[in-house]
């Protein structure tokens, strides 16, 4: 089901950028922040495809606009963390 894996993908999301606050290493924040920008990017599939599959009526409009924003927040996260290596 379209709602299970928004669901998944956008509460993983969440564990991951929770997970990355307690790192105990550049290298584990990065992973985890890693983890989080893939979890964003298909969170924001799963609602794109909601929205467009007409399975239910949805306005999805707002929260792929905050997807977005939180696609960038997390990119630039992991480009940062990368470049101070």
């Known amino acids: 089901m379209l709602s299970k894996q ?3 993908s956008g509460t993983s999301l969440g564990a991951n950028v929770e997970e ?3 790192a105990q290493s550049r290298n ?9 920008s ?3 990017r298909e969170t924001k599939y799963w609602l794109r495809l909601l929205q467009e ?3 239910v009526d949805i306005d999805a ?3 792929l606009t905050d997807i977005d924003e ?3 927040i997390l ?3 992991v480009k940062t963390t990368r470049l101070k290596e």
């Open 6 to 8: 928004l669901l998944r």
């Open 20 to 22: 990355a606050s307690a």
């Open 28 to 36: 584990d924040f990065l992973a985890k922040m890693s983890i989080a």
């Open 38 to 40: 893939k979890e964003a």
């Open 53 to 55: 599959s007409k399975i």
């Open 61 to 63: 409009t707002s929260q």
């Open 70 to 72: 939180l696609i960038r």
């Open 75 to 77: 990119t630039s996260i």
